[in-house]
């Protein structure tokens, strides 16, 4: 196939929906002679900041002179942006490839019918262990016991927090969530986190002491001390890192980024060679667009994925705190199964003006829903069909001192941030992870 026929087959399989569980995912890897059981895995799951916990890893140990992959979802503009070695991504005739390799393999097993994020985690898992990476970082795509990234065993799982989302898969309250998260827990492997108190922490405690996993908590065993201009100072049992300093903006940051050192130092102590030095470098170096991104000044064009309302309140701290600016001009734009409710009640009653848009993605939420819950608590409203319509528009009512804010969805930044930087794709919308 071409890499536009690949895509066009990997997105039919959105048909499949999203179906939770392991044995799709098992019985294709069985088929595909198990390339993850080759792999040295950290494993990162939570609601909010696991793809910058990610990106941090991946860019702490490509510092230390390892060989990286890093799988992560959704994409911004290219689906190969989710299959990464040495934060490259995979090239098209190599997407090409394993799409190949994995649709044979599928076939040739009996009424399997991957859905999309499982053919996609195949295809990863294939693709780091060819390239024989020292580590693979994974990101839970959707809860983590039964995702499809669960057949790993890693060397070490990082939960970031625990929050209200995706509730009709994972479950209605925080407590059903977090069991869904502490599924990534493994029998003796260490465990760090960042989840508080009544938020999810109690769960996690008891599933390691289940499954004799030593956990690490944010805040006990694992501090982070900021320090002022992005800095930060490490602390945990074994390491104590000074002035950190970290080119991803955000007070949460700082925590993703100790729960990404912590990662690291558990590898470290199973005998992969990282020093403080290549964990400053990292952290210094490391890019993760689409998350606090500025791309342009006067007027200042933030892009941030924010998509649940932790994320939203997250984002109101960043404005308040990282950015000074005469108005703030909101560009959003959701999926219909976030809570919309909650992501507009903490960012429209911000803003100066709003646009609410919709992306071009299948789940987008209709904008008569949107407008119904942002209409009683914005000063000034707009609808747009698309989002480049809303940028337009925002950017012509912008003064050089204001601020517009694009988010409320990962895919409404794709298409922000492609639009903004006069880029175009004859990719399909990103898939349903």
Known sequence: MSYRDTLAYLYGLQRFGIKLGLHNIARLLEALD?????????????????????AMAGAILRAAGLHVGLYTSPH?????????????????????????????????????????????????????????????????????????TNVVRPAAAIITNVGLDHL????????????????????????????????GLEVIEETCAERGAPLSVLGDAIAAEPAGSGRFHYRSRSWTLRDLELNLRGRHQ?????????????????????SDAAVRQGLREVIWPGRL??????????LDGAHNP?????????????????RLLLVIGIL?????????????????????????????????????????????????PTVPDALRQALARAGPADLICVTG?????????????????????????
């Not at 895919?411 to 399909?428: D, F, H, I, K, Q």
Request: a negative charge.
């Open 409 to 433: 969805s990962l895919y409404v930044v794709g298409e922000a941030r492609a639009w903004l930087l006069g880029e175009t794709s004859a990719e399909p919308a990103a898939g349903v992870r």
């Open 76 to 148: 911004l503009t290219a689906f190969t942006e989710r299959i990464q070695v040495d934060h490259r991504p995979i090239p098209e005739a190599q997407a090409v490839a394993l799409a190949d390799a994995v649709r044979a393999a599928a076939e040739r097993e009996e009424a399997l019918r991957p859905t999309f994020f499982e053919f996609t985690t195949a295809m990863a898992l294939v693709h780091f262990a060819r390239e024989r990476v020292d580590v693979a970082v994974l990101e839970v795509g959707l809860g983590g016991r039964l995702d499809a």
């Open 293 to 302: 991104e500025v791309l342009r000044q006067r007027p200042t064009v933030l």
């Open 34 to 54: 198990n390339p993850h059981r080759a792999l040295t895995v950290l494993h990162i799951g939570g609601t909010n900041g696991k793809g910058s916990t990610a």
């Open 336 to 384: 219909e199964d976030k809570d919309i409710p909650g992501i507009l009640g903490v960012l429209a009653p911000l803003s100066d003006e709003l646009w609410l848009c919709r992306a071009r993605a299948a789940r987008a939420a209709d904008l008569e829903l949107l407008r119904e819950h942002a209409a009683p608590l914005a000063r000034r409203l707009t609808c747009c």
């Open 254 to 274: 700082v925590w993703n980024a100790a729960l990404a050192v912590a990662g690291v130092e558990c590898l470290a102590q199973e005998g992969l060679p990282v």
């Open 310 to 326: 932790d994320g939203a309140e997250a984002l109101r701290c960043s404005l308040r705190e990282e950015f000074r600016y005469h």
């Open 168 to 199: 009709q898969y994972l479950g209605k309250t925080v407590e059903e969530i977090a069991r869904e998260k502490a599924g990534i827990i493994k029998p003796g492997v260490p465990v760090l986190t960042g989840a508080r108190p009544h938020q």
